[in-house]
């Protein structure tokens, strides 16, 4: 059973263009998280989301940033006219029940 | 917004000795998380604590909540290199605490 897959890896976009970010959660898994963590810090929430439905998005930026989690596919965490202020590793991870996570191994997104 | 913190944020310790690592949080909840992350890596889960006198152990690291108090302690027992990490607290799956950063000494 594959775990948790996050991609890319690394990622380097210039300020202005979008980033887009994929996970795709263990198989079985219908809950999935996103979270951010800057350098040296911790991990700050940013959305929950069940298959089609954002459950919790008060984490996240009122703008430039949407996540969805389609019926067929990843779960995508957009963001548009990426600033410095973006760089940051940015991870997900997934459930299938409650109190019970697995964490991907991130996407290190790096904006110049 | 419910708040985490942790302390101490920084913990450089010998082979050997035992500590204890705290996580205060603001407001009552009803599930902690304990995570370990390595230098550059994800994070991995180590316990999940629901209830008022919750106790985990998994070999040299034991985790307590009191709900109560709205406190949960990681005790680390003769503490070995492998251990050193970033250790964060969660409540529930949506609140970090800003890490603890462990460091053992040979």
């Known amino acids: 059973n594959a775990g948790v897959m996050q991609n890319p890896r690394h990622l380097v976009r210039r300020r202005g263009q979008e980033a887009r970010l994929r996970c795709s959660p263990m198989k079985g898994h219908s809950h999935v998280y996103w979270y951010r963590q800057l350098p040296e810090e911790g991990l700050k929430f940013m959305v929950y989301l069940q298959k089609e439905n954002i459950i919790d998005e008060s984490g996240m930026p009122k703008e430039r940033f949407s996540a969805e989690f389609p019926k067929e596919g990843p779960s995508i965490l957009r963001i548009q006219q990426v600033v410095r202020g973006d760089s940051a590793a940015y991870f997900c991870a997934s459930s299938a029940k409650p109190y019970e996570q697995y964490f991907g191994p991130g996407t290190r997104l790096t904006v110049t | 917004e419910l708040k985490v913190e942790q302390n101490p944020l920084f913990l450089s310790m010998q082979e050997g000795k035992n500590y204890t690592i705290y996580c205060n949080y603001s407001?009552?909840?009803?599930?902690l998380y304990w995570y370990r992350q390595d230098p550059g890596k994800s994070l991995e889960s180590l316990f999940v604590?629901?209830?008022?006198?919750a106790v985990k152990q998994e070999g040299r690291l034991m985790a307590s909540l009191d709900t109560k108090a709205r406190l949960s302690t990681l005790h680390i027992t003769a503490a070995v290199h492998d251990l050193s990490a970033t250790y964060f607290c969660a409540v529930e799956e949506f609140y970090f605490g800003t890490g603890t950063s462990l460091t053992v000494i040979p």
């Open positions: 407001t009552t909840s009803d599930r």
């Open positions: 604590l629901l209830s008022n006198g």
